[in-house]
């Protein structure tokens, strides 16, 4: 009897010694689903100082910890910073790259005029980060340069650093490369008879190759990855990378974030180009917070959802600084963005900025063909969490079984397939399991001696994004 239905792993065959023998056998203790914690990995630059060698994925817990090991006032301390401060509980890891010997630093100006004949304030701000300097009656704009210029110094963490001459501050980015050009300066001077002109961040070029770290990570697991450059290029880098790693054979699924603040017909041509099922690029356009950090922010926002299939309609991101109204995506921008490939952020009450809905850059088929199944970037993600959900009920209830027509293996395995099927309905990950349940297969391969292949259905739940109606009037 115990030779045809009980199966002994560990007991050795033939003991002789008189005896009680009882093994654990724990392939049936979980009928559960994975849990589905979200790692995110940020790429970006770091400084000379940083503590942390280049290259080198290291797990992050504080903005603290990411000034140290990447230098404060770094693209990637900035970047992860921000991360953090939207998503405290993030599972978070950074590699870094360094500048290009060959790059160059951005720079721009600030030139002040005078002298004040009132008192009032200066503010400057970098990016979304706010120096603000008293002006009395009298100061020469010198002077001001001067007092704004050590205030300036007191922040270690800024992505720019300033010097003075006369009426003249110049900023310097801390990296050579096109990012330092995303950086803005504003000014704004409430004192009589100061003004202020600002020549915008400019001439940054030459920024890391991208492929460098992704390829040191391929054989780790993030679900997100969050990259600071938004051009064509390291975004086709991401996308080869995260096909690859999320394809069926090393089945390591990811999905990475860009961020753009372009004009909009820029933004949807990038988004185009790049036509990746896994590739997410936001929009927020006229925002004083650089590109880099909008990306970061997005990306811990959406690890912070453990519901791939959940919209994140209206989440928003509280680190990123609204833009001006003049600069915002109208309605009609926003259904562009939304039809070719674009996540628009747009601001909601309170002045913050959020999510639209968020959409993966996938348009077209290989034909050319408009196609819509990868349109939502939930649709990948539940895609993502049913095969590893099913993976991983196969490799606890089946380690090392046979292909056996006497013990059904195949009919084994489709009944566990069913039931992962049912409890990803249960969990609305997956709808109406059993209108589809026929078209469950699993059977051997002709060719292939010792597997199985299967035919799984899998009917993604959809977001409600859009409610319509006609509202029918009666006298």
């Not at 603290?64 to 770094?74: E, I, L, R, V």
């Not at 309609?313 to 939304?338: D, K, Y």
């Not at 993976?391 to 209830?397: G, N, Q, S, Y």
Request: aromatic residues 4%; charged residues 20%; proline residues 5%.
């Amino acid at each position: 009897m115990s030779s045809k239905n009980v199966t002994l792993t560990t007991i050795p065959a033939g003991i002789r010694k008189p005896g009680q023998y009882l093994e654990y056998n724990t392939r049936l203790a979980v009928s559960t689903l994975p849990a589905n914690s979200q790692k995110l990995l940020i790429v970006g630059q770091r400084l000379a100082n940083s503590t942390v060698a280049a290259l080198l994925a290291t797990q992050v817990f504080s903005a603290a910890d990411a000034a140290d090991y990447f230098g404060a006032g770094s693209q990637l301390h900035l970047m992860c910073k921000t991360a953090i401060a939207e998503n405290p509980y993030l599972d978070l890891s950074a590699i870094a790259l360094d500048d290009v010997v060959g790059g160059a630093q951005a720079t721009g100006t600030i030139t002040l005029t005078g002298p004040a004949t009132g008192p009032g304030v200066i503010r400057v701000y970098v990016g979304n980060r706010k120096v603000e300097v008293a002006i009395a009656s009298t100061d020469t704009a010198a002077a001001i340069a001067t007092a704004l210029n050590a205030a300036l110094g007191l922040i270690p963490d800024l992505p720019v650093t300033f010097g003075v001459a006369g009426a003249v501050l110049t900023g310097t980015n801390r990296h050579k490369g096109t990012v330092g050009n995303l950086v803005d300066l504003t000014v704004e001077v409430t004192a009589a008879g100061v003004a202020a002109a600002v020549v915008a961040m400019a001439n940054g070029a030459t920024d890391p190759d991208v492929s460098t770290a992704l390829t040191q990570v391929y054989a780790s697991q993030f679900d997100k990855i969050v990259m600071p450059y938004n051009d064509q290029t390291s975004i086709t880098a991401l996308r080869t990378h995260l096909d690859s790693v999320s394809g069926p054979v090393e089945q390591r699924p990811g999905c990475g974030v860009v961020a753009v603040d372009s004009a909009l017909a820029a933004a949807t041509t990038l988004a185009a180009a790049i036509n990746g099922g896994r590739i997410v690029p936001a929009e927020l356009r006229g925002t004083r917070s650089p590109a880099y950090e909008i990306a970061a922010a997005l990306a811990a926002v959406w690890c912070s959802e453990p519901d791939p299939a959940r919209p994140l309609n209206g989440l928003p991101l509280v680190t990123i600084a609204a833009p001006p109204i003049a600069s915002r995506l109208s309605r009609t921008e926003q259904e562009n963005c939304l039809a070719n490939g674009m996540t628009p952020l747009e601001v909601g009450p309170g002045e913050r900025v959020q999510i639209v809905r968020l959409i993966t850059s996938y348009t077209k088929n290989a034909q050319g063909i408009n196609d819509v199944s990868l349109l939502d970037a939930t649709t990948i993600t539940s895609l993502d969490y049913t095969r590893r959900a099913i993976r991983e009920r196969i490799a606890l209830r089946f380690p090392r079984d046979k292909i056996s027509t006497k013990k059904r293996t195949a009919a084994r395995v489709r009944t566990e397939i069913l039931d992962v099927l049912h409890k990803l309905e249960d969990l609305e990950i997956l709808d109406n399991v059993d209108a589809y349940k026929d078209q469950l297969i699993v059977e051997k391969d002709d060719q292939n001696v010792g597997q199985l292949n299967a035919r799984i259905p899998a009917n993604v739940v959809p977001g409600l994004h859009v409610f319509a109606a006609v509202i029918d009037l009666y006298l």
